[in-house]
């Protein structure tokens, strides 16, 4: 068995890179840790962390394919971020214009969580920490 000590990191293919550099770093708040200009591949990579922690890898390629976004389709589900008052959380949201999804009740754990979509459309689950 494999000895994982934890998530690395989350990679991301946008459409547009500064509408998704604008969301992820001005909406969700995430922190620039490096981000770098790749001549040869047409490629931006920006490296984004939560705090601390290193989390998301977001890539720009010239006309990446499209790919279906749907909460239950195959693949990689969502990505979910720990929030704190969530319907504080929503509120900014909706100011800056942003469709979220009604606030639900896991069932499991009694939190509260939502869902909201990127500039391309991936799922992004807020959970009440």
Known sequence: ???IVGIHHIAIIC???QRSRHFYTKVLGLRIIRETYRQSRQSYKLDL???ADYII???SFPNPPPRPSFP???GLRHVAFAVKHIEKQV???EELQIQVEPIRVDPTTGKKFTFLQDPDGLPIELYEA
């Open 15 to 17: 459409q547009d890179y």
């Open 91 to 93: 509120g900014k949201l």
């Open 72 to 74: 239950e389709a195959r």
């Open 49 to 51: 962390a939560c705090g």
């Open 57 to 59: 890898e977001l890539f």
């Open 1 to 3: 068995m494999l000895e």
